[in-house]
């Protein structure tokens, strides 16, 4: 009993913390895109402050503007992180039955088959995140060499198809248990600083998309970071958000001018 009522407890604490990211709704030509925002301690509309953008998976997809926070909104929340790495962290929703990235999904198998349309027109969130994200760029507050993205899943997906779309706009990105048709790789800057992870026992989505995009970055001349974990199925995003040199290696980079 008391182990059920600690955890309880714990459940409600981080519930209640995750309040600390304010719902927001950006609306555009009468669609919507939901999204939390944390901004940092102490914030001042007379700092700068870097911008990362956190891709959920396709489990948290919904218009209750929280699931979204389920994978690691946690992590930024931490006071240790919020002092050392004072961001302002946003994490958007992906409505039921679309997709950050342009892909087309076969279920009938594991792991799943996925025929990425990359290059096509964005989907309806991609649209809503590419306008959100110049949106948030444009503040006084934003750092503008020092934007990010990352996602898991659904979303590292929609990580590599963004940077496509905006290949000038971020300094990093990570991208975990994810994948992307490598030919979009030719948009990346020169150079580019990503970190790719992926669990070897995926069997969602096959970790063979992820060392396709490193092995393609690198061979084009960008900086692609892979790390694979033996002992991890499709949940590897716990192992990235673990990893104690993420958050120092993402807000190390800032956007090179000569992209």
């Not at 659904?154 to 490598?182: H, N, Q, S, V, W």
């Not at 192992?239 to 090179?256: D, G, H, I, T, V």
Request: glycine content about 8%; some cysteine.
């Amino acid at each position: 009993m008391l182990i059920i009522a600690f955890l309880t407890l714990q459940f409600s604490a981080e519930a209640q913390n995750r309040e600390l990211y304010e719902r927001k709704e950006f609306i555009s030509e009468g669609d919507t895109l939901r999204y939390r925002i944390l901004y940092p301690e102490g914030f001042t509309d007379a700092g700068k402050y870097p911008l990362l953008f956190v891709l959920h998976g396709a489990g948290e997809r919904g218009r209750d503007n929280e699931a979204q926070l389920v994978h690691g909104s946690n992590l930024f929340l931490k006071d240790s992180i919020r002092k050392k790495f004072p961001a302002i962290v946003v994490f958007p929703q992906v409505e039921p039955d679309d997709y950050w990235a342009r892909v087309e999904v076969e279920r009938d198998t594991f792991p799943l088959q996925f025929n990425f349309r990359n290059t096509g027109n964005p989907t309806k969130a991609m649209r809503l995140l590419l306008q959100l994200s110049d949106e948030l760029a444009a503040k006084k507050y934003t750092d503008k060499d020092r934007i990010y993205v990352g996602g898991l899943s659904m979303g590292g997906m929609g990580t590599y198809e963004i940077l496509y779309r905006k290949p000038e706009f971020f300094a990093a990105a990570f991208a975990i248990c994810g994948g992307a048709d490598p030919a979009i790789v030719e948009k990346y800057p020169t150079g580019f600083p990503i970190w790719i992870f992926h669990g070897e026992k995926d069997d969602v989505v096959p970790p063979a998309l992820s060392k396709s995009m490193a092995r393609e970055i690198n061979s084009l001349g960008g900086n692609a970071k892979l790390s694979l974990y033996p002992n991890d199925n499709h949940n590897s995003w716990d192992s990235a958000f673990s990893e104690p040199y993420l958050l120092p290696w993402l807000f190390s980079n800032k956007r090179n001018h000569s992209f």
